[in-house]
């Protein structure tokens, strides 16, 4: 199959499919005789698993160990436990990133509860007095 077929038939983007190539993340396609790439069904099969992969946002180097894992199905899979425990962690902290930015939206959320003019908007106000260094309110924790 084509690059465009590879392409709509998992989702990826061309460039993207090209990018991992390059990245050895998928093995290199033969050509055909007109220079076209030629994908086969392993070339499917490893770039659903990276899609997949990414859509459990799991970064490219801990993908490219995961292939590693396939091509060498006898090795102990403890680094693999790692790996997904430490991905775990990831997400974990930015759910903890994203739970204090909620909170900060809300705080700042709350200077303004009604309809005004720009120039008596209580968000604005504060957003413009963070932008010179002072306090806001959705800074007041320290957190």
Known sequence: MRISELASATGVDLETIRYYEKQ???PAPAREDNG?????????????????CRALDIPLADIRRLVSF????????GDINHLIDQQIA???????SMKALEKQLSQLRA???DR????????????????????CACHTDGK
């Open 24 to 26: 050895a993340l998928l």
């Open 111 to 113: 200077r303004c509860d």
């Open 70 to 77: 396939i091509q060498s199905p006898a090795e102990d899979c």
């Open 116 to 135: 005004h003019h720009g120039k008596e908007c209580g968000i604005l106000h504060e957003l413009v007095s963070a932008a010179h260094g002072e306090a």
């Open 36 to 52: 076209y790439r030629s994908y086969t069904a392993e070339h499917l099969e490893r770039l659903s698993f990276i899609r997949h």
């Open 90 to 96: 990831r997400v974990k902290a930015r759910l903890k």
